[in-house]
T-cell receptor
C-alpha cells in the first residue's frame, strides 16, 4: 500500500499525559499537512511542512502541540499535557507540490480520546 | 478569506435516483475546489477537483461536480445513487499556502 499511513489508529489517554502520533506520507510527496477533525465538523488545518521545514502553524496549535519532520519523510505530532478538548481525529495528508493545484491525499487518521 | 458552505447537514435519496450535494464558495482569486468523502472511522478520500477548464468535472465512483461561477457553487452530483454511496461528503477550497479549508460536511443517506 503506497498511501498515507498513520499510527496509531486509536489512542486513549488520561488527561495530563503526553501523546505522540506518527504519519508516513506517500513516498514522493514533499509536503505534509496535519488537520484536526472534531465530531460534526470538517477537518481544520493545524500545520504543514515542505520537506523538513515547518512553513505554517494555525492558531489552533497551542504551545502544547509540536510537530516535526526531521528528515523530510515521516512526521510526528506530539501533544503535551493532554486536555479533554484535545479529543478528536487527527488527520495527516501529503502532496507533491509540483503544481499549486496538486491534490492532498489523506491518511486514515488517529482518533484520540482523552479521559 | 476563502470559505465554503454546505447548506444541508443531511441529504436522503432513494437508491437509483439522482443525487445532488450542494456547496457554495467564497474566494478571492481563482477558486481551486475539491470534494472529499469520508466513510465511518476512515480518513478522507479524494473524489474530484476543479482547477480550470470545463465546468463539469468527473471524478471517482461515478461522481461529478458542476462549477458555476455566477452562482459561486460547486455542487456534487451522481446520476444514479447506490446504497454504498452513503457517507459524509466534504466540499473544500484551497487557501493560500495550499492548506485546504473544509465545509462542515453533508451526510448522505441512500435509502434501499
Amino acid at each position: 500500500d503506497t498511501g498515507v499511513s498513520q499510527d496509531p489508529r486509536h489512542k486513549i489517554t488520561k488527561r495530563g499525559q503526553n501523546v505522540t502520533f506518527r504519519c508516513d506520507p506517500i513516498s514522493e510527496h514533499n509536503r505534509l499537512y496535519w488537520y484536526r477533525q472534531t465530531l460534526g465538523q470538517g477537518p481544520e488545518f493545524l500545520t504543514y511542512f515542505q520537506n523538513e521545514a515547518q512553513l505554517e502553524k494555525s492558531r489552533l496549535l497551542s504551545d502544547r502541540f509540536s510537530a516535526e519532520r526531521p528528515k523530510g519523510s515521516f512526521s510526528t505530532l506530539e501533544i503535551q499535557r493532554t486536555e479533554q478538548g484535545d479529543s478528536a481525529m487527527y488527520l495527516c495528508a501529503s502532496s507533491t507540490q509540483l503544481l499549486p493545484t496538486d491534490t492532498q491525499y489523506f491518511g486514515p487518521g488517529t482518533r484520540l480520546t482523552v479521559l | 478569506a476563502q470559505s465554503v458552505a454546505q447548506p444541508e447537514d443531511q441529504v436522503n435519496v432513494a437508491e437509483g435516483n439522482p443525487l445532488t450535494v450542494k456547496c457554495t464558495y467564497s474566494v478571492s482569486g481563482n477558486p481551486y475546489l475539491f470534494w472529499y468523502v469520508q466513510y465511518p472511522n476512515r480518513g478522507l478520500q479524494f473524489l474530484l477537483k476543479y482547477i480550470t477548464g470545463d465546468n463539469l468535472v468527473k471524478g471517482s465512483y461515478g461522481f461529478e461536480a458542476e462549477f458555476n461561477k455566477s452562482q459561486t457553487s460547486f455542487h456534487l452530483k451522481k446520476p444514479s445513487a447506490l446504497v454504498s454511496d452513503s457517507a459524509l461528503y466534504f466540499c473544500a477550497v484551497r487557501d493560500k499556502d495550499d492548506k485546504i479549508i473544509f465545509g462542515k460536511g453533508t451526510r448522505l443517506h441512500i435509502l434501499p
